[in-house]
């Protein structure tokens, strides 16, 4: 007598197993699970709440320059620079890729650090943070390193007064000559606004040609200042004067003129729009080069630093309420419930399901 066997193990007489999808197939099932409608659906339902969550409620931003320091750090390193909380929902939620808002919420307030989008098509950041200075309505100049709101000085509250200065002009660091001049040495090659005749041109090139080496595979917007420093050792002061000036012409194009000029288009802030500038006033492009910024730009409101740890700072007190906990930590909890509970369903029903094997 032939001993048992399985006979679902054995394909029949003429078939053949069926063929194992391929190895690249298998790699994304093991991160996705298997390729079905329920699976889909589930994926679908996650990633639309978290573009809710993200669009509606609250969402973390990196701080894309230096433009708002000491108040925050601006530095695309993860243990470097500043990563701040946004209550998205404060201002009227926006249903998400659109300016549309549900409803409109509280109107910014004097001070406020805020998220926007740009309103330069050609800006570098599309999505930037400054805080603001001028409200619908006023008129708003700079005059001494202050803020005059309708002709009367408006000081800023006691925390604030040692970091804010505006200015009517842009300055430049020693560092940020430095890091345009690293840039230049990296890309080591000669500038048509330059005379290559002229001693000073013949000496900068001669300059860059010997830096080359030294950053020819270093990304120089991720260097820290003491890097920059380090990296700059020993290059001749008259190069970097010659950088100065370079930068200077450069940036004529980029005219203060909002809240410092005295036409109305330049000085009052029309209804619906903000003035926005950046606590570095020297070194920040802000609203006094493009203007004002319409409400329906704005994102939210910056609640706080989040991350690195030892920079933690709540700026509202947004954090401390049980509304701004709710926020963080109530989606995540809630997705996170979700899923528990589809895998004990799964679990249940698959206990309850018959045995259908041969």
Same mark, same amino acid.
Request: hydrophobic share 35%; aromatic share 10%.
């Given at each position: 007598m032939d001993a048992p066997h399985d006979m679902d193990a054995t394909p029949a007489c003429g078939e053949s197993a069926p063929?194992?999808?391929?190895?690249?197939? &298998?790699?994304?099932?093991?991160?996705? +699970?298997?390729?079905?409608? =329920?699976?889909?659906?589930?994926?679908?339902?996650?990633?639309?709440?978290?573009?809710?969550?993200?669009?509606?409620?609250?969402?973390?931003?990196?701080?894309? *320059?230096?433009?708002?320091?000491?108040?925050?750090?601006?530095?695309?390193?993860?243990? =470097? +620079?500043?990563?701040?909380?946004?209550?998205?929902?404060?201002? +009227?939620?926006?249903?998400?890729?659109?300016?549309?808002?549900?409803?409109? +919420?509280?109107?910014?307030?004097?001070?406020?650090?805020?998220?926007?989008?740009?309103?330069?098509?050609?800006?570098?950041?599309?999505?930037?943070?400054? &805080?603001?200075?001028g409200l619908p309505g006023e008129t708003v100049q700079i005059r001494d390193g202050a803020i005059y709101i309708n002709d009367r000085r408006e000081d800023p509250p006691q925390e604030l007064r040692k970091a804010?200065?505006?200015?009517?002009?842009?300055?430049?660091?020693?560092?940020?000559?430095? *890091?345009?001049?690293?840039?230049?040495a990296k890309d080591n090659r000669p500038l048509d606004v330059l005379n290559a005749g002229h001693?000073? $041109?013949?000496?900068?090139?001669?300059?860059?040609? =010997?830096?080359?080496? =030294?950053?020819?595979?270093?990304?120089?917007? $991720?260097?820290?200042?003491?890097?920059?420093?380090?990296l700059v050792n020993g290059v001749d002061p008259a190069a970097l004067h010659t950088v100065h000036q370079l930068v200077e012409l450069g940036m004529q194009d980029q005219e203060l003129v909002y809240g410092i000029r005295p036409e109305k288009e330049h000085s009052v802030v029309p209804e619906g729009h903000y003035f926005c500038l950046g606590d570095n006033s020297g070194q920040s492009l802000d609203g006094r080069v493009y203007g004002w910024v319409p409400k329906e730009n704005l994102l939210g409101r910056a609640a706080g630093i989040w991350w690195p740890i030892s920079h933690r700072r709540d700026f509202t007190g947004f954090t401390r309420t049980w509304q701004g906990w709710l926020m963080m930590c109530g989606p995540v909890a809630a997705l996170i419930g979700l899923e528990l509970a589809a895998r004990l369903r799964r679990r249940r029903r698959s206990r309850t399901e018959p045995d259908t094997g041969q």
């Amino acid at each position: 007598m032939d001993a048992p066997h399985d006979m679902d193990a054995t394909p029949a007489c003429g078939e053949s197993a069926p063929a194992a999808p391929p190895a690249w197939v &298998r790699a994304a099932q093991a991160l996705t +699970g298997p390729w079905t409608w =329920r699976n889909f659906s589930s994926w679908f339902c996650l990633i639309g709440a978290v573009l809710v969550v993200k669009g509606c409620f609250v969402d973390q931003y990196t701080i894309p *320059s230096g433009s708002m320091e000491p108040t925050l750090i601006g530095d695309p390193r993860f243990f =470097r +620079g500043d990563r701040v909380i946004v209550n998205k929902w404060i201002f +009227g939620p926006r249903i998400p890729f659109t300016k549309t808002r549900l409803w409109e +919420g509280e109107s910014p307030k004097r001070w406020d650090i805020v998220v926007f989008k740009s309103v330069d098509p050609k800006s570098k950041h599309p999505v930037l943070i400054k &805080r603001v200075v001028g409200l619908p309505g006023e008129t708003v100049q700079i005059r001494d390193g202050a803020i005059y709101i309708n002709d009367r000085r408006e000081d800023p509250p006691q925390e604030l007064r040692k970091a804010l200065h505006y200015t009517t002009a842009f300055t430049l660091s020693p560092i940020q000559i430095r *890091s345009y001049f690293l840039r230049m040495a990296k890309d080591n090659r000669p500038l048509d606004v330059l005379n290559a005749g002229h001693p000073s $041109t013949k000496l900068l090139y001669a300059e860059m040609d =010997r830096f080359h080496d =030294r950053v020819k595979n270093r990304d120089i917007d $991720t260097l820290s200042d003491d890097e920059v420093q380090e990296l700059v050792n020993g290059v001749d002061p008259a190069a970097l004067h010659t950088v100065h000036q370079l930068v200077e012409l450069g940036m004529q194009d980029q005219e203060l003129v909002y809240g410092i000029r005295p036409e109305k288009e330049h000085s009052v802030v029309p209804e619906g729009h903000y003035f926005c500038l950046g606590d570095n006033s020297g070194q920040s492009l802000d609203g006094r080069v493009y203007g004002w910024v319409p409400k329906e730009n704005l994102l939210g409101r910056a609640a706080g630093i989040w991350w690195p740890i030892s920079h933690r700072r709540d700026f509202t007190g947004f954090t401390r309420t049980w509304q701004g906990w709710l926020m963080m930590c109530g989606p995540v909890a809630a997705l996170i419930g979700l899923e528990l509970a589809a895998r004990l369903r799964r679990r249940r029903r698959s206990r309850t399901e018959p045995d259908t094997g041969q």
